[in-house]
């Protein structure tokens, strides 16, 4: 199972940006999807974005045209740059790791950064 480690999470105020880097435990290119969701005080955990192992990338509507998610193969490190934040965007975002180990889809999920929009 693939180990990840979030970080860069902290309080920005509204239109302000932050980016999270997320660090796996194996090579990002040996990994089918690296994504990054969100979990909301008192709701469900929400995609946010998405990078394959082909660096095609996958935004949900309510982040597209703000948020980039992006990897660094030298570095090994994942990241999600995110701009113009909004309250709404508060939440814990976590790193998630996807795997196709025959033919079965394996997850794997970082610890979480919180994140906090507010004035």
């Known amino acids: 199972q693939v180990q990840l480690v979030e970080s860069g999470g902290g309080l920005v105020q509204p239109g302000g940006s932050l980016r999270l880097s997320c660090a796996p435990s194996e090579n990002i290119f040996s990994i089918n999807t690296m994504s990054w969701y969100r979990q909301a005080p008192g709701k469900l955990r929400d995609w946010a974005a998405s990078i394959t192992d082909g660096g095609i990338t996958h935004y949900s509507d309510s982040v597209k045209g703000r948020f980039t998610i992006s990897r660094d193969g030298a570095k090994n490190m994942v990241y999600l740059e995110m701009n113009n934040l909004k309250p709404e965007d508060t939440a814990v975002y976590y790193c998630?790791?996807?795997?196709?180990?025959?033919?079965?889809?394996?997850?794997?999920w970082g610890q979480g950064t919180q994140v906090t929009v507010s004035s």
């Open positions: 998630n790791a996807a795997q196709i180990v025959a033919g079965v889809v394996k997850g794997s």
